[in-house]
């Protein structure tokens, strides 16, 4: 058993580590009031980050998913939304790498790679949330072109993407008449409402309606029936992707907690030699680093295509909650200050927040856990 990265993960990490203390972790607090600049988007291009799931011949880095998660980790340290740029860079480069046409690759994926293309994932939608196969979005095929009706719900982006990849009916009921399309966000008959969220500012979470969209028909992924199956294939990995974001923001504030904790004083001494305080980071600690290694092995079972579905669903609920409980502790561990918004950790904790929801609950994780464990015939989330 290896638990080294390799030199070329190792000299990534240490970039991006550099990256999110001095570029990133200064601006944190600022995109809650102003939008991102494209040139923040246009930086992680350039670091290699949003080009890890393109192939090296259309621009990217053709990475491995566990460099995705070691970039997703550094990432969060300085700001966690900023993994959401990453997060939805891996599924477009999968998805489309995987099942688009080669015209539609060769158009997309290069821009993907440089930060200058950025690309949804829709599947939720106001009606479909965790029992997304129930989605209702059409789309039908017209001629040469796909026509695209519905709303989609809490898409990340969905402000400032120029395409989604839009799950839609293109057959009867049920996960089988579920198809992928990728949507062009300039086309007429498309509507953006960005929503007023308590964290994730900068990543423009909104919904996007689609009112007879007309999309050319080499924009479809795979086959009519391909799209749910595909939507959970990229959740499988993004799981340990989000698990890693919010594990690096966690331990960001616990890095900064246990230095508080050497410096302050109270009743003679540093906080960290009284019990009571070093044993709750402790804790946290050691929950943060258990989800670390269970995200870690999840993306290395993926890098070799072996099962993963289970050790993904387990991680994307552990590894928030403990990160969740991680954050809410330094808050309070902090004193007065933690509460404080000059400090992070509160943006941290409403940021992360959200990734205990998107890309799955808890339950609906609980319940995927369950499926593995006892087989599909004792399914309890249906
Ligand atoms: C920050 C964030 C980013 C997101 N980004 C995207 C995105 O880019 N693209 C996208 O398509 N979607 C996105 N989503 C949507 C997300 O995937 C859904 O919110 C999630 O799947 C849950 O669906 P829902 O909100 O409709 O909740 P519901 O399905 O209505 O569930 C409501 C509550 O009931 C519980 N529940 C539901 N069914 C059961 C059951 N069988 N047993 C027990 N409890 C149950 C759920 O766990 C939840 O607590 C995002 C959400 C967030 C918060």
């Not at 480069?93 to 994932?121: H, K, M, V």
């Not at 966000?185 to 500012?201: F, H």
């Not at 030699?273 to 943060?288: D, I, P, S």
Request: glycine share 10%; aromatic share 8%; hydrophobic share 45%.
């Amino acid at each position: 058993m290896d638990f080294e990265l390799d030199d070329d993960a190792r000299a990534f990490q240490e970039t991006l580590r550099r990256y999110a203390r001095d570029v990133l972790a200064p601006d944190y607090a600022r995109w809650e009031r102003e939008p991102l600049p494209r040139e923040r988007i246009l930086a992680l291009g350039d670091l290699g980050v949003l080009g890890l799931r393109v192939p090296e011949a259309l621009g990217g880095v053709g990475g491995s998913y566990v460099m995705a998660g070691v970039a997703a980790e550094e990432i969060a340290r300085g700001d966690h939304n900023m993994t959401l740029f990453l997060q939805l860079a891996c599924i477009a480069g999968d998805l489309i790498g995987q099942y688009g046409a080669p015209a539609l690759r060769e158009r997309l994926l290069p821009g993907l790679a440089r930060g200058e293309t950025l690309i949804a994932f829709g599947l939720t939608e106001p009606g479909a949330g965790s029992d997304a196969a129930s989605l209702r979005t059409r789309a039908e095929l017209e001629g040469d072109e796909w026509v695209v009706s519905g709303e989609k719900a809490s898409i990340t982006l969905a402000g400032c993407a120029d395409y989604c990849v839009v799950f839609a009916r293109m057959g009867g009921a049920g996960a089988k008449g579920i198809g992928a399309v990728v949507v062009p966000l300039n086309a007429p008959g498309v509507t953006r409402t960005v929503y007023d969220a308590m964290g994730g500012k900068l990543t423009q979470r909104g919904s996007l309606n689609f009112d007879r969209v007309r999309v050319p028909r080499d924009h479809q992924l795979g086959a009519d029936t391909a799209g749910f199956a595909q939507a959970m294939e990229a959740f499988d990995y993004n799981r340990a992707i989000i698990a890693l974001a919010c594990l690096g923001t966690a331990q960001q504030s616990l890095d900064e907690t246990v230095e508080y904790a050497k410096q302050r004083q109270t009743f003679g001494k540093p906080l960290a030699r009284h019990a009571g305080y070093a044993f709750q980071v402790a804790e946290h600690a050691t929950h943060l680093a258990a989800a670390r290694l269970l995200a870690y092995q999840t993306l290395w079972l993926r890098d070799r295509g072996r099962p993963h579905t289970r050790e993904a669903a387990m991680v994307k609920f552990l590894a928030p909650q403990a990160s969740v409980q991680a954050i809410h502790a330094c808050i309070v561990l902090n004193g007065w200050m933690g509460y404080q918004n000059e400090l992070p950790h509160a943006q941290r904790l409403r940021d992360v927040m959200g990734l205990e929801i998107g890309d799955g609950t808890p339950e609906i994780m609980k319940g995927v856990v369950a499926r593995e464990i006892f087989g599909r015939e004792f399914i309890a989330y249906r």
